[in-house]
């Protein structure tokens, strides 16, 4: 079984044609509606295909790269393994911003992690999203396909927002909680 598991992350986040496909995911997500995040952002990191497997236990992992200020920093790894009653794939791209230096220091630290209480908006690819990079106090970010999440008038949580495009597969929800980060500077 882990054999199979090993063999679908390997598959889904596959590293062909490494340069283009960090543009294209960053072209995919400013479609659907995130650009103002790409534009106001102090910085992000782009995962152009994370793998998600899971059969009662479960597992995720891609590679992304970092940008500040649209040049990139350096590296980034994301692995996850989950237990539970679980079954299927999928296959999709994540995008996180950072509102500023000390939210991106956070996550280039080494070793970053989402808690349980970390949440993501999926966002359909070409349509756009209801979401705000300016204003105060409390806002609802409110994605094309309906999906909701509670954030800081920033639009960021804890000075991070997240996205996700699917790109395919039969598993239900992407989660992000206990998604694990490394990060290797260029």
Request: aromatic share 12%; hydrophobic share 45%; charged share 15%.
């Amino acid at each position: 079984f882990s054999f199979l598991l090993a063999l679908a992350l390997a598959l889904f986040s596959s590293n062909s044609v490494w340069a283009d496909k960090f543009d294209v995911a960053v072209e995919e997500f400013r479609a659907a509606g995130a650009g103002s995040y790409i534009d106001a952002s102090y910085g992000y990191a782009v995962f152009p295909s994370i793998g998600k497997a899971g059969l009662i236990v479960g597992g995720a992992h891609g590679k992304g790269a970092v940008y500040r200020e649209g040049t990139v920093i350096g590296n980034s790894t994301m692995t996850q393994v989950s237990l539970g009653l679980q079954f299927g794939g999928q296959v999709y791209k994540q995008i996180i911003f950072f509102e500023d230096a000390r939210s991106m220091r956070e996550f280039t630290s080494g070793e970053f992690e989402f808690n349980g209480q970390a949440a993501a908006v999926a966002l359909n690819s070409g349509a756009s999203a209801a979401i705000s990079t300016g204003g105060g106090g409390r806002v609802s970010v409110t994605a094309a396909n309906g999906e909701s999440a509670e954030v800081d008038g920033a639009g960021f949580v804890d000075g991070m927002a997240v996205f996700t495009l699917s790109q395919g597969g039969f598993m239900v929800e992407v989660s992000i909680g206990g998604q694990k980060f490394s990060y290797d500077p260029l």
